[in-house]
């Protein structure tokens, strides 16, 4: 028998991609479900009332002026699509907040546990009945407290440091956790500590190599998978056009010694590629959230020593 698996990463709070994450079931006619990564949003956009039914926002340097509820909630609706979690505020509330900005710390933590409580209601009422099953693992962006109200659910699996039973005696062993970053996220490590974490989900499988997935957030170093420009870390500013391997050599490592017959990875939303490491099938189908596109993958698990049938998505 075959199993059949839809595998999208790095939604980055982007409510269009969310729900079309989970209608993926039912588009792909497929048996599982995996969303390998960074589920949150990244900030909040202002949306400042200005008086008399007007309203005012900017979003990628560009400012939109708004007339009415209809425009707002249209707008509102646009703000999250592209990934951010849209909050309306008073002039002096926007000063009050520039002044404490721990203040708005509070209220980014909040729209993102809203946001996650909502896209988990919204899972399981499409889910309901239905026998899909549904993965999803933070990612290094990722709050400790997303997998509390991810395992609130009655549909969705929480991947972080699992290792998950699928059809036909298939297995995904699932980590969200990077290499370090630039950005200092939640859930980043130096490789030695990223290595020993993830040998220790490893060490959780009882599946053969044939039946073992890999779901880690982190592509594999030095492959088409984790080509990125090239960051000053100093400075956090983009060099030029040059480019850089920023994979985890330990998620490489492990690759090569587990050779399971798929892994699959995201972090790095240019490098959308599949590249075979030894036995292993490697794929990060990149992101395009902003855009409000859902980057994906159709994979077919036959329980042969290799992966022939998978097919790269954009919808």
């Not at 859902?294 to 954009?314: A, F, I, Q």
């Amino acid at each position: 028998m075959k199993v059949r698996l839809f595998f999208a990463t790095d939604v980055h709070g982007s409510e269009v991609c969310w729900r079309k994450f989970i209608n993926s079931a039912k588009h792909y006619e497929v048996d599982v479900l995996i969303l390998g990564g960074d589920m949150t949003g990244k900030a909040i956009v202002p949306i400042v009332d200005e008086g008399g039914g007007r309203w005012q926002f900017s979003m990628q340097d560009q400012v939109h002026s708004l007339q009415g509820e209809d425009e707002l909630v249209a707008n509102e609706r646009l703000v999250a699509d592209h990934g951010y979690y849209p909050v309306r505020m008073t002039h002096d509330e926007v000063q009050d907040f520039t002044a404490h900005p721990e203040k708005l710390d509070d209220v980014f933590t909040r729209e993102m546990r809203g946001t996650v409580e909502r896209w988990v209601q919204f899972a399981d009422e499409r889910l309901a009945g239905s026998k899909i099953q549904c993965i999803v693992c933070p990612g290094n962006d990722g709050h400790d407290d997303i997998d509390e109200i991810l395992a609130t659910s009655k549909s969705i699996t929480v991947g972080e440091g699992n290792v998950i039973d699928m059809p036909e005696g298939f297995q995904l062993a699932s980590s969200g956790w990077t290499n370090l970053t630039p950005w200092d996220t939640p859930r980043e490590e130096d490789e030695p500590a990223l290595k020993a974490r993830l040998l220790s989900v490893m060490a959780q499988a009882t599946a053969p190599p044939e039946r073992l997935v890999m779901g880690l957030h982190a592509p594999p170093y030095d492959t088409q998978l984790d080509v990125a420009p090239k960051i000053d870390w100093e400075t956090l500013t983009v060099q030029g056009q040059d480019t850089a391997h920023v994979g985890s050599s330990a998620v490489k490592e492990i690759i090569q010694e587990v050779q399971p017959i798929l892994s699959l990875h995201g972090h790095i939303h240019e490098s959308r590629a599949a590249e075979r490491i030894g036995r292993t099938l490697a794929i990060n189908p990149g992101s395009s959230y902003v855009e409000g596109t859902l980057s994906g993958v159709v994979v077919e698990l036959d329980g042969k020593s290799k992966v022939k049938r998978y097919r790269l998505t954009l919808g």
